[in-house]
Each structure stands twice: as C-alpha cells, then as structure tokens.
C-alpha cells in the first residue's frame, strides 16, 4: 500500500469537510436567529412595561383629579352617599 492519497480519499476528505462545514454554519445561524429574536423579545417586552408604567401614571392623576374635584361634605368624618 502507498501513503499517496488517491482521487477517492480526496473526495472522502471534501464531502467530511463539507458537511462539517454545513453543520457548523447551521450552527451559527441559529445562535444568530436566536439571538435576534431573545433582542426583539426583551426589546418589546421593555415597550409593554413603559407603555403600562405611562398608563398606570395616567390612571393614578386621573383618580387624584375626580378625588380633588369631589364634592366635600360639610360634616368631617362623615362620607356622602352617592
């Protein structure tokens, strides 16, 4: 036997390369979509938490207003009824 490589071993080696190389980019697409993905997630998840923050603030000024504008009883301690 000779240590030459004959023209079947050179393609063996060329397809192992290749496929090896067609995992490993499969790979890094993937951590790459994942990663883009878990961004835009956390991305909107942070919009969702403002939007309800802005919203809740709204609510809570809105409440005081109507608390401030209420009519006050003459008698302290005693609520009226509506």
């Keep these: 036997m ?3 490589p004959t ?11 290749t496929v090896v190389a067609v995992i490993v980019a499969a790979c890094v697409g993937s951590i790459v979509y994942v990663t883009a993905e ?6 909107r998840i942070e919009a969702v938490e403002k939007w ?12 005081w207003r109507r608390e ?5 009883s003459f008698s302290p301690g005693i609520e009226p009824r509506y």
């Design 2 to 4: 000779s240590d030459e």
């Design 7 to 17: 023209g079947r071993d050179l393609r063996v080696i060329w397809s192992t390369v």
């Design 38 to 43: 878990w961004t835009r997630l956390v991305a």
């Design 52 to 63: 309800q923050a802005q919203k809740d603030k709204e609510a809570a000024r809105e409440l």
């Design 68 to 72: 401030r504008e209420r009519p006050q």
